[in-house]
Each structure stands twice: as C-alpha cells, then as structure tokens.
C-alpha cells in the first residue's frame, strides 16, 4: 500500500508540472482577443481547461501536504483529460499557424511566438515593423502614413538606412497581416525591377560619370 501511495504521489506531481508547462505557454497566446476569435472551439476548451486548472491549484495551495494534495480523488484523472486538451489545443494552433505561413510563405523565417504576435497586431502595422527584418532580407522598416482610420505604406528603408519609395500609389495596408504583407512583397518586387530598368538606361547616359551614377541610385 505504501508503494501504490508514493507512485501515486509521484505520477500525480509529474503531470502537474507536464499540464502547468503546457498551460503556462498556451494561457499567453489566448489572452488576445484575435486568436480567441479565429480559435473559437480551442478558445472554449481552453477556458474549460484553465477553470479546472486554476481549481485544483487552489485545492493544493489549501492542502500543502504533498501526500494530502495528491490523494484527492479523480485528480490523476483529471490531470490526463487536462493534458490531453491542452495537446490537442496545441496541434489546433499549430495547423493554424501552417495556414498563415502557407500563405505568406516568409513566415516560416519565424518562430511561433514571433508569429503570435505579429498575428495578434494584425490590425496595427506599426507594431509588425519589428519583424519586418526577419521576414525580408534588407527591410528594416517602411515608411507608414496615416490616412484618416488607414494606413498607407511610402517606402522602405534598410538595415543602413536607405530609403527606396514604392512606385505604387495609395498602397494601403489592409486586411489580415499575412494578406498586406503579401503586397509588400509584391510593391516590393515591382518597384526594384523598375528602379533597375531607370538605373540601366541612366547607366548608359552617363558611363563617363559612374562616380555620380552610383550615388544617385539605391545600392
């Protein structure tokens, strides 16, 4: 009886701190209000989740006795059926974050928590400007303009402090992040191939003034 008691104890404390690691983690992510709308269901299995957990905290705090705490009854149980929700909250979360990365496939130059948060400031480019380095290779930021409710993207400036202006005007930052992301990438293209095709034909005007061609045109 002693043995089934102590193997017990331990059982009981190891998926604790298996259920807490898990929960800890995940509890950060759906305090947004975006992941808890675009994760509905996993949202309500969460919260179901953080109710049970919170209360056998609470049941432990009140008996601090490791023998006492860990003898309740149906706790072992309730632990695994904890644990296996917060596992299948995380494979929910997981192919939702493969989703926005198959769209915006720089996404993957990024970690989960990384995403999160870009996801999670969908609305607010000024707050993806941070990321904006992982993602692209030489964009350190753009240039943003608010137009009344909206915002409008100018140009972009790397790592050395460049400053290219899109060529496309009126470029307005809407919708989901991974959707307007996709059109820098495209502004992004369009207006370097028509910087480059401007660069070749001043190149051919000026090949006895290279020295002033080169300062006049993006590196």
Request: proline letters at 1%; glycine letters at 4%; charged letters at 30%.
């Given at each position: 009886k002693w043995e089934r008691t102590l193997s017990l104890v331990l059982e009981v404390t190891e998926m604790t701190l298996t259920v807490q690691r898990q929960w800890m983690y995940l509890e950060n992510i759906f305090l947004g209000e975006d992941i808890r709308k675009q994760l509905p269901k996993e949202t309500e299995d969460f919260d179901e989740v953080n109710q049970n957990w919170k209360m056998v905290?609470?049941?432990m705090n009140n008996n601090p006795n490791a023998l006492v705490a860990t003898q309740q009854g149906g706790l072992l149980?309730?632990?695994?059926k904890m644990n296996q929700q917060l596992e299948e909250i995380q494979k929910s979360l997981d192919m939702y974050l493969e989703t926005k990365r198959q769209i915006f496939p720089?996404?993957?130059?990024?970690?989960?928590?990384?995403?999160?948060?870009?996801?999670?400031?969908s609305k607010n480019p000024?707050?993806?400007?941070?990321?904006?380095?992982?993602?692209?290779?030489?964009?350190?930021?753009?240039?943003?303009?608010?137009?009344?409710d909206k915002t409008e993207a100018?140009?972009?400036?790397?790592?050395?402090?460049?400053?290219?202006?899109?060529?496309?005007?009126?470029?307005?930052?809407?919708?989901?992040?991974e959707s307007w992301l996709c059109d820098v990438e495209i502004t992004m293209r369009q207006t370097l191939k028509v910087i480059l095709r401007d660069c070749r034909l001043a190149l051919r005007k000026q090949l006895s003034k290279r020295d002033k061609w080169v300062k006049e045109w993006p590196g």
């Open positions: 905290m609470t049941r149980d309730l632990l695994n720089r996404f993957y130059f990024l970690s989960n928590d990384d995403l999160l948060e870009i996801l999670g400031q000024e707050a993806v400007q941070p990321h904006l380095k992982k993602c692209f290779d030489n964009i350190k930021q753009l240039v943003l303009h608010k137009v009344r100018l140009a972009m400036i790397s790592s050395e402090g460049e400053r290219v202006d899109f060529t496309k005007e009126n470029f307005r930052l809407d919708g989901a992040v």
